[in-house]
């Protein structure tokens, strides 16, 4: 086989679709019916227009609630298919549920809104012009479905094309992932490797791994055999590479290496594949966290991530690289993004400036069959997408119950085992996919299993100082109160306050200036009796809404203020007698 290197004839080509795309809404539903995919049917009516992709349609003040279905469509140019390639659409995220057409033909569908997924369209490409169609359903009741903090009492929802699309021509047979899983005691990364279509009778297949800093290889590691799987159409290897004095992945130094994985069979390369991760471990014991093997003292902040006009996405190239570099001025070494998966660009900046991520699954409402499977799809589907990303360091599974017993109407974790065995099994599977970061089962409430025993307080000060120092004596003497049951230990599991504080306070000058005065819903009362809330301004911002942070184990600090505007949601939820304040964020 060949040895020399890759060229560009064995790469993934990727053209990107974004850019003007036409779009409409079907308030009646009738775009199926009236075969708005045919590539023959015309578009050309007042209902229709031009949005630039990524889009969400409530980025328009005149579909700011409208909920449904609507339809993007946009041609593409392209040249004959070589036999040996197939064509995938790649989509970052699209919410909720969409379905694929290419030249009037459906390729697919898809269900989920904030990760990504591909639709093979190789059958539906001709050579020249194509005419590329989507219908993307957003419905009106999302309690059963991961949403966040999409819609009231929150943020405005997000429906549509929200990131990126590309046409991806790829080898058929291919590598189709990579994990790279650093062992720091060993000073190697051993890298897991799925490839997929290989011929039924393929034996010859083999791959190779080379490592490098900043464009530099450092080391190659042996051509390894690919063992088949489900009848030989795909199939693993392993590859182990040593590393001499490698440099660790750190916040204050955050050093990433380049990997490339080789695919070859006995005619030459296959395939080549590109990623890259850290030298990073985190662990803890006997309640110390660990990054690296030394003792690490979380200091973070809460970060929504919504903004004014383009709400999940960021609005301007470098936004991302400013806000880490706020953060880490300000002395924070970690953002929790809040109760939605990470942008993935945001997750590369952080991976690159350095500063730890502790990432969350988006929360349905309720707890119902279809909604326990979804968040445990997206956790899955999270964890595969994030793997490599050193700067991820935990994740977390609900927050606050949201979707497995926050609902007015359902039982809390405290009182229902049937949950409490949700939340274990869901921990356990989620360790099992992921054993190299922390697992947090039901961040801020009543935990089961968990890596992280954290809490989410709220006290006043300086007028309720003396309360919220109280508090902090009673959690630190007494942990395993926090928890509804113990699968895991609560006496040996790190204490993490993941959300405390008060008010944030806004410039308002300049958000009455944004919204022509108060925003809608400036004020608000609840009259349940079980959550009592005063709230600020809760409009989309460009920075978090709340400066609620992490802290350590033992830490006395009342307050965590960073000195930057922000906005902010506060709010006290009953909980059980002598647990103090907690929010219902």
Same mark, same amino acid.
């Given at each position: 086989?060949?040895?020399?290197?890759?060229?560009?004839?064995?790469?993934?080509?990727?053209?990107?679709?974004?850019?003007?795309?036409?779009?409409?809404?079907?308030?009646?539903?009738?775009?199926?019916?009236?075969?708005?995919?045919?590539?023959?049917?015309?578009?050309? @009516?007042? &209902?229709?227009?031009?949005?630039?992709?990524?889009?969400?349609?409530?980025?328009?003040?005149?579909?700011?609630?409208?909920?449904?279905?609507?339809?993007?469509?946009?041609?593409?140019?392209?040249?004959?298919?070589?036999? @040996?390639?197939?064509?995938?659409?790649?989509?970052?995220?699209?919410?909720?549920?969409?379905?694929?057409?290419?030249?009037?033909?459906?390729?697919? @569908?898809?269900?989920?809104?904030?990760?990504?997924?591909?639709?093979?369209?190789?059958?539906?490409?001709?050579?020249?012009?194509?005419?590329?169609?989507?219908?993307? !359903?957003?419905?009106?009741?999302?309690?059963?479905?991961?949403?966040?903090? !999409?819609?009231?009492?929150?943020?405005?929802?997000?429906?549509? $094309?929200?990131?990126?699309?590309?046409?991806?021509?790829?080898?058929?047979?291919?590598?189709?992932?990579?994990?790279?899983?650093? /062992?720091?005691?060993?000073?190697?990364?051993? $890298?897991?490797?799925?490839?997929?279509?290989?011929?039924?009778?393929?034996?010859?297949?083999?791959?190779?791994?080379?490592?490098?800093?900043?464009?530099?290889?450092?080391?190659?590691?042996?051509?390894?055999?690919?063992?088949?799987?489900?009848?030989?159409?795909?199939?693993?290897?392993?590859?182990?590479?040593?590393?001499?004095?490698?440099?660790?992945?750190?916040?204050?130094?955050?050093?990433?290496?380049?990997?490339?994985?080789?695919?070859?069979?006995?005619?030459?390369?296959?395939?080549?594949?590109?990623?890259?991760?850290?030298?990073?471990?985190?662990?803890?014991?006997?309640?110390?966290?660990?990054?690296?093997?030394?003792?690490?003292?979380?200091?973070?902040?809460?970060? !929504?991530?919504?903004?004014?006009?383009?709400?999940?996405?960021?609005? &301007?190239? @470098?936004?991302?690289?400013? &806000?880490?570099?706020?953060?880490?001025?300000?002395?924070?070494?970690?953002?929790?993004?809040?109760?939605?998966?990470?942008?993935?660009?945001?997750?590369?900046?952080?991976?690159?400036?350095?500063?730890?991520?502790?990432?969350?699954?988006?929360?349905?409402?309720?707890?119902?069959?279809?909604?326990?499977?979804?968040?445990?799809? !997206?956790?899955?589907?999270?964890?595969?997408?994030?793997?490599?990303?050193?700067?991820?360091?935990?994740?977390?599974?609900?927050?606050?119950?949201?979707?497995?017993?926050?609902?007015?109407?359902?039982?809390?974790?405290? /009182?229902?085992?049937?949950?409490?065995?949700?939340?274990?099994?869901?921990?356990? =599977?989620?360790?099992?996919?992921?054993?190299?970061?922390?697992?947090? /089962?039901?961040?801020?409430?009543?935990?089961?299993?968990?890596?992280?025993?954290?809490?989410?307080?709220?006290?006043?000060?300086?007028?309720?100082?003396?309360?919220? &120092?109280?508090?902090?004596?009673?959690?630190?003497?007494?942990?395993?109160?926090?928890?509804?049951?113990?699968?895991?230990?609560?006496?040996?599991?790190?204490?993490?306050?993941?959300?405390?504080?008060?008010?944030?306070?806004?410039?308002?000058?300049?958000?009455?200036?944004?919204?022509?005065?108060?925003?809608?819903?400036? $004020?608000?009362?609840?009259?349940?009796?079980?959550?009592?809330?005063? =709230?600020?301004?809760?409009?989309?911002?460009?920075?978090?809404?709340?400066?609620?942070?992490?802290?350590?184990?033992?830490?006395?600090?009342?307050?965590? =203020?960073?000195?930057?505007?922000?906005?902010?949601?506060?709010?006290?939820?009953?909980?059980?007698?002598?647990?103090?304040?907690?929010?219902?964020?």
């Amino acid at each position: 086989m060949s040895e020399a290197h890759p060229t560009a004839a064995v790469a993934t080509r990727s053209i990107s679709l974004d850019g003007s795309w036409l779009f409409r809404c079907d308030p009646d539903d009738a775009g199926i019916d009236d075969d708005w995919a045919s590539p023959v049917t015309d578009w050309d @009516d007042a &209902e229709t227009r031009a949005v630039d992709v990524p889009h969400a349609w409530q980025e328009h003040d005149d579909l700011d609630d409208y909920t449904g279905a609507a339809w993007y469509r946009r041609t593409i140019t392209v040249e004959e298919l070589p036999d @040996d390639r197939d064509a995938v659409l790649r989509f970052g995220a699209v919410d909720y549920e969409s379905s694929v057409w290419v030249n009037g033909q459906h390729c697919g @569908d898809h269900r989920g809104g904030y990760l990504p997924f591909d639709v093979d369209v190789t059958d539906a490409l001709e050579p020249g012009t194509n005419v590329v169609t989507v219908r993307v !359903q957003d419905p009106e009741n999302i309690d059963e479905i991961p949403h966040g903090k !999409q819609g009231d009492p929150w943020y405005t929802r997000v429906s549509g $094309i929200w990131q990126s699309v590309s046409l991806e021509l790829r080898p058929h047979t291919r590598v189709a992932d990579a994990r790279a899983t650093p /062992d720091l005691d060993a000073d190697a990364a051993t $890298i897991d490797i799925e490839v997929v279509g290989l011929a039924a009778d393929a034996s010859d297949h083999t791959v190779r791994v080379r490592v490098l800093r900043d464009g530099d290889g450092i080391e190659t590691s042996d051509w390894v055999p690919v063992t088949p799987h489900d009848e030989g159409a795909t199939g693993t290897a392993s590859v182990t590479v040593s590393l001499e004095d490698p440099d660790y992945w750190h916040p204050d130094d955050p050093v990433l290496y380049d990997f490339e994985v080789d695919l070859a069979d006995g005619d030459g390369l296959c395939h080549t594949y590109h990623d890259y991760f850290g030298m990073r471990s985190v662990s803890f014991e006997r309640k110390q966290l660990y990054l690296n093997g030394d003792p690490l003292f979380i200091r973070g902040a809460l970060d !929504q991530g919504y903004y004014p006009k383009t709400l999940y996405r960021p609005f &301007e190239d @470098d936004l991302f690289e400013r &806000e880490i570099a706020t953060a880490k001025d300000l002395g924070f070494n970690m953002l929790r993004k809040h109760i939605k998966p990470a942008h993935p660009d945001f997750l590369e900046a952080a991976d690159r400036m350095g500063i730890l991520v502790w990432e969350e699954v988006a929360n349905p409402a309720r707890y119902t069959e279809r909604s326990k499977r979804e968040v445990r799809e !997206q956790a899955r589907e999270l964890i595969d997408r994030d793997f490599n990303r050193p700067s991820v360091v935990a994740w977390s599974l609900y927050n606050e119950e949201w979707g497995i017993g926050h609902h007015h109407e359902e039982t809390y974790v405290w /009182d229902d085992t049937e949950k409490q065995e949700t939340l274990g099994e869901l921990y356990e =599977r989620a360790s099992e996919w992921d054993p190299t970061r922390l697992v947090c /089962d039901n961040s801020g409430w009543a935990h089961v299993a968990t890596d992280i025993n954290d809490y989410h307080q709220y006290f006043a000060s300086p007028d309720r100082a003396d309360a919220w &120092e109280a508090n902090l004596d009673e959690i630190i003497e007494n942990p395993a109160d926090n928890y509804a049951a113990e699968w895991t230990e609560p006496d040996e599991t790190p204490i993490v306050m993941s959300e405390f504080g008060t008010w944030g306070l806004c410039d308002t000058e300049r958000l009455i200036e944004r919204y022509d005065g108060p925003p809608r819903g400036s $004020i608000t009362r609840s009259s349940s009796p079980r959550n009592t809330a005063a =709230r600020n301004w809760t409009a989309t911002t460009s920075t978090s809404r709340r400066a609620s942070a992490g802290r350590p184990p033992g830490s006395r600090s009342a307050t965590n =203020r960073p000195r930057c505007p922000r906005w902010s949601a506060v709010s006290t939820r009953c909980r059980r007698p002598g647990s103090g304040d907690s929010s219902s964020r």
